[in-house]
């Protein structure tokens, strides 16, 4: 039985949020005793592809798109059916997701709500629970004017940009990602990777390419900023040594510094103390 779609606006969307995307080529929902037997063996080798770090926590939301991807790609190169998937993916998962996976799966006392009985429709609760249409829409805008940041070196910014394809349900293929890497690069490495992105070259060796024509550019431009730090060290100190000519070409003065005397500076006094003062008397007559 297929769960209702995810309705979506957007043509671009309708796949990814379709949870027959992930569907297996191995429908059977028969569970025998030899089938039992041999779920530990399939889950070691889905563990193989999917990889033993790779458990999702549910963070961030919009790597759900790769987890089932690669969960379903996964299971159907080892034959594994739906019924045993939708048992086994759980093991793929970590806290929080792990005890909300497990708080949905069947259990004797069935008839809950949340509960979900099939594989396609464990894909569906998990992409109506972790992802929306205008979530998507949000990281496709972003990884649209995305470029490379002044303190990002090249194969910084691949991985950045292959990380935003991958949480927007791979929007752009390997041919048109490693255009938007191209276009995205600093200008000094643009014109070099150009006539190196052919299409049998992938977005890893495009990446190294671009690393190292972006490392001799960033070793040129600290050479040059050197240079110029020296350069105006030179001027600073030519300039310096002028000033210090020119004070010493002026014409030196004896004596202190022109100015107001201190407050406890001894007066000068003309004459001593009590002597008559010169016509004092004269004028006293006369008066």
Request: net charge neutral; proline share 4%; hydrophobic share 40%.
């Amino acid at each position: 039985m297929v769960p209702p779609n995810i309705v979506v606006n957007h043509q671009y969307y309708r796949m990814i949020f379709d949870c027959e995307t992930y569907a297996l080529d191995n429908e059977s929902v028969v569970y025998t005793r030899r089938q039992a037997r041999t779920l530990g063996r399939r889950n070691k080798d889905v563990a193989k592809y999917i990889g033993v770090l790779d458990e999702w926590d549910g963070s961030p939301p919009a790597k759900v798109f790769h987890f089932l991807g690669k969960f379903a790609k996964a299971c159907g190169g080892n034959d594994i059916s739906e019924y045993k998937s939708f048992y086994i993916l759980q093991d793929f998962t970590k806290e929080p997701l792990k005890s909300e996976v497990m708080m949905d799966m069947p259990t004797r006392r069935a008839g809950s709500p949340d509960e979900v009985t099939s594989y396609l429709e464990l894909i569906n609760w998990m992409l109506r629970r972790h992802v929306d249409e205008a979530s998507v829409a949000t990281l496709v805008g972003t990884l649209d004017v995305v470029v490379q940041r002044d303190d990002e070196d090249e194969l910084s910014f691949a991985a950045r940009l292959h990380r935003l394809n991958t949480e927007c349900g791979f929007m752009y293929g390997e041919g048109a990602l490693n255009g938007r890497f191209v276009e995205r690069v600093h200008r000094a490495t643009r014109a070099t990777i150009w006539e190196w992105n052919t299409p049998s070259m992938n977005m890893a060796e495009l990446a190294r390419v671009a690393q190292t024509k972006g490392d001799e550019h960033r070793w040129l431009r600290l050479e040059q900023l050197e240079e110029r730090t020296k350069e105006r060290e030179v001027i600073a100190e030519e300039a310096r040594l002028r000033r210090q000519a020119r004070a010493a070409a002026l014409p030196r003065f004896s004596g202190g510094t022109r100015g107001y005397s201190p407050r406890d500076a001894p007066v000068r006094g003309i004459g001593a103390v009590n002597a008559p003062i010169f016509g004092a008397g004269a004028l006293q007559d006369a008066s």
